[in-house]
């Protein structure tokens, strides 16, 4: 799951039904959550001091319903501090198309963020400093949670052909540890592959299909 592998290939390649594959998939989506709250309990007693923080955007079956998944990175090690799955409206072309199929999309990005926010209150230096590329929403959400923190913001940048747009055209990337890492998820999650048929069908499977790769993430892809 954390390897690129859809649900429906896993149950090929081990010769086991699909629904097997499903059950299995939410039972160690728990364990690897339940891991991970083990895993960043030790950041209470050694709080970080800096954070990178941004969203990722992916989609609830069609383009026209568009998810956005804020991220929190320790620009140090390249860990996943934290992540939020929220509903957003569809933007540009695609506006007018999804408000006629779907109707009217609440924007649910800033209750995501809260959220993300509030889980990093504990784990994160009350004085830390957090970089984050210019979204004007962003300044606010922060200093609710964190008034005495310092915030700086980096503009957005082309994406380059690796990473596919993650990775930015640039000498040096200031948000580079963030954007790797999503470049890193969207090359091993199969759902959120920029040309894929792996689409997300309901938020939780989304939610537990990150908590697996997190999980993959912090513990192999990024030891130490």
């Known amino acids: 799951m954390a390897s690129t592998v859809s649900q429906r ?14 059950r299995y998939f939410r039972f ?5 959550k339940k891991r991970e709250k083990e895993r960043v309990y030790h950041y209470r007693s050694r709080p970080l001091k800096n954070i990178q923080f941004d969203d990722l955007e992916t989609l609830e079956h069609t383009k026209l319903k568009p998810l ?3 991220l929190a990175v320790d620009p140090n090690t390249r860990k996943i501090i934290g992540f939020q799955v929220s509903r957003m409206p569809a933007k540009g072309l695609l506006a007018k198309k999804s408000v006629h ?15 993300l926010l509030k889980n990093l209150l504990p784990l994160v230096a009350t004085d830390a400093e957090f970089l984050s590329d210019q979204n004007p929403h962003y300044p606010q959400v922060l200093k609710k949670h964190f008034p005495w923190a310092k915030h700086e913001t980096t503009p957005g940048a082309r994406g380059a052909v690796t990473g596919q747009g993650e990775l930015k055209k640039l000498a040096f990337d200031p948000l580079f540890a963030l954007n790797h890492t999503c470049a890193m998820m969207r090359a091993n999650m199969s759902r959120l592959l920029r040309r894929t048929w792996c689409t997300t069908k309901k938020i939780q499977g989304l939610e537990d299909h990150l908590a697996i790769y997190v999980d993959y993430h912090n513990r192999i892809l990024t030891p130490g």
Request: glycine share 8%; hydrophobic share 40%.
């Open 68 to 70: 956005s998944v804020a």
């Open 28 to 32: 160690i989506a728990a364990e690897c």
């Open 101 to 115: 199929k779907y109707g009217i999309r609440k924007d649910e990005r800033k209750r995501g963020w809260n959220r």
């Open 9 to 22: 290939r896993a149950a090929h390649l081990l010769g086991i039904d699909k629904k097997t594959v499903v």
